[in-house]
């Protein structure tokens, strides 16, 4: 009974814990208050140092099968359109760190990762199970609920579940960091997410594109990469405001003139793609909004993991996209908790390897939160700010763009 693990979340993070804890030997159930496994339409950057990982994992034919490869990042003047800098991809990234820069559609992530984690002996995935708290397993027992060291989960359905360990990959809004931490809810960016799915075939030869192209402008700025082999096109924009009160009951259609108004200084190019969304879609809506929350970076490792309860991915460091690296982090972390977990021995031992989990990741993930909250600021960067970017990309080009620390760093798998 010593390797049972539970994890509190079926999205990209719960699945790769899932895929390389059972990989290390456990025994594995997952959690998700979902009654079905699905991610809201967006696509998503792999660098190399996450494709790493997944061809570690066995997963390289499987990613190939579903993502894109892009040859080229290129940076652009959103107001004008010209170029500021680039930094080669495809074989560039192989070469010099071992492994591809891949863009891919979310659920198409999720659903490699959950077939290889189904496909490992000791997975079960629990939909329609929302965790409402946990506690030590003594005190269950206590309470009647039968005999396991350990730690006891409580659904909302009347269950409970007893295991080692419980991994937190609940997302942002985590209800096992709630309980750990009691640091009260993320913090609003003030970043609004503007995103759609646009199918290549729809639009003008002129706005196809398989490369992935980032527009900076004024106190906003636009990303669109191929994902489904080139197939479609994702597209978003991020603005600064204030979020709607009730994101769940707003009508997406109705506020499209908002995106509208802040991209009307903006270049053509940039304009006509986002004008072609209607026409274009993948989804039944053109687009979809997300506000953005994050929090501050992690200051030590108990932020990351305390007794026999560990968090993981945007439960333990939810970042802004602007590195790109939120899913890469998730996934980062579940090959370090596999490693960290592989060769358990006594129950005693889970929570000293959850120490050690913790103390593996959490300085690297506070970086990355560190950075994505400053190229934030440097891609809406307006005034003598915007100029010195502008004019340190032109020069420097690639050598501004790579980021070698991020890109070859990372746990084994």
Known sequence: MSKQLLIAGGGIGGMAAALA????????????????LAEVGAGIQLGPNVTRVLHAWGLGQALAAVAAFPERLSVRDAL??????ALPLGARMQTRYGAPYVTIHRADLLNLLHAAAVAQPGVQIHLGQTLARHEPAEAAQASGAGAMPGVAVHTESGQTLQA???VGADGVWSRVRAQLLHDGPPRVSGHLAWRTLLRQAALPAALRSQHVTAWLGPRLHAVQYP?????????????????????AGWDHYANTAELARHLAPLCAPLRDLAAAAPQARVNEHAWRLWP???????????????GRVALLGDAAHPMRPYLAQGAGMAIEDAAELGRCLAGAGPADDVPARLHAYANARWARCARVQARAIRNGQLFHATGPVRLGRDAAMRALGARVLDVPWLYSGGPAA
């Open 227 to 247: 994902v489904r082999q080139g197939e479609w096109l994702n597209l978003v924009v991020i603005t600064e405001g204030a979020p709607p009160a009730d994101l």
């Open 21 to 36: 804890t059972a990989r290390a030997g456990w025994q594995v159930q997952v959690l998700e208050r979902a009654s079905a």
């Open 292 to 306: 953005l929350c994050d929090r501050p970076p992690l200051s030590g490792p108990g932020q990351q993991a305390q």
């Open 164 to 166: 080692a360990a419980l």
């Open 80 to 85: 004008s359109g010209a170029e500021l800098g």
